[in-house]
């Protein structure tokens, strides 16, 4: 049949996924931080936004950081999986994160368009005018940690402070809560409650010092 409209096959065919088109009116949820500490210098004051990310863009991040230490940093896949190249792994995924999450307050556009963005040349040739362009690891550090809290906020599932967990784990030994009260935790909080059981599992079947001490004989030798 003859398409009335003229309408190509190509414009159907590519159309976005019912899923996509149901989201399309949804809103990207977003927080505004002010830039806070002596760290930040002559940036403190200012106020940056920071948007919420889907599921993925996490996997795509650490992808982007992998691909910036090869290809960019001339870096091998065993130096970056080493003890020492682990933690520039790390700063970089965050780094490409932020890249993802930072936007104008105002407008909230987009304010970065790769990793450089973020960290600066590696040759430091955009800094020849004296004024810095990336941020320091420190920066870094207390955005992502500002994006965390953003992220940990909207979660349904509860983290909690290292004291909660110890009573968490000793309300579980005694039977005072249920085991299926677990599924209300984020997954760091339950491997914290994890390793707090398995402490106290460790200590209650240790032999104590003071009851194994050898006897000592009583009368004439």
């Not at 953003?150 to 249920?178: H, N, W, Y």
Request: glycine share 8%; hydrophobic share 40%; proline share 5%.
């Amino acid at each position: 049949m003859t398409n009335p409209l003229g309408i190509g096959d190509e414009f159907v065919t590519q159309r976005p996924s019912g899923l996509r088109e149901m989201l399309f009116g949804a809103k990207v949820p977003h927080t505004l931080v002010v830039l806070e500490g002596e760290h930040w210098g002559a940036l403190a004051g200012q106020t940056l936004a920071i948007r919420s990310l889907p599921a993925g863009a996490q996997a795509q991040a650490l992808g982007a950081a992998i691909e910036w230490l090869t290809k960019t940093a001339k870096m091998t896949r065993e130096d970056i999986y080493s003890e020492a190249g682990d933690g520039t792994l790390d700063m970089l995924t965050r780094a490409a994160i932020l890249a993802r999450v930072l936007l104008d307050p105002k407008t909230l556009k987009p304010l970065c368009a790769s990793i450089t963005d973020v960290i600066g040349s590696l040759d430091l040739s955009d800094e020849e005018d004296g004024y810095r362009a990336g941020f320091t690891a420190y920066q870094i550090t207390w955005l992502f940690d500002e994006y965390d809290k953003f992220q940990r906020a909207r979660s349904p599932f509860r983290v909690i402070s290292a004291k909660e967990i110890e009573e968490v784990a000793d309300a579980l030994g005694k039977g005072v809560i249920p085991p299926t009260s677990l599924k209300s935790y984020a997954r760091p909080t339950l491997v914290d409650i994890a390793t707090a059981l398995v402490s106290r599992l460790t200590r209650q079947t240790t032999p104590s010092s003071s009851g194994t001490s050898s006897p000592t004989s009583s009368g004439d030798e």
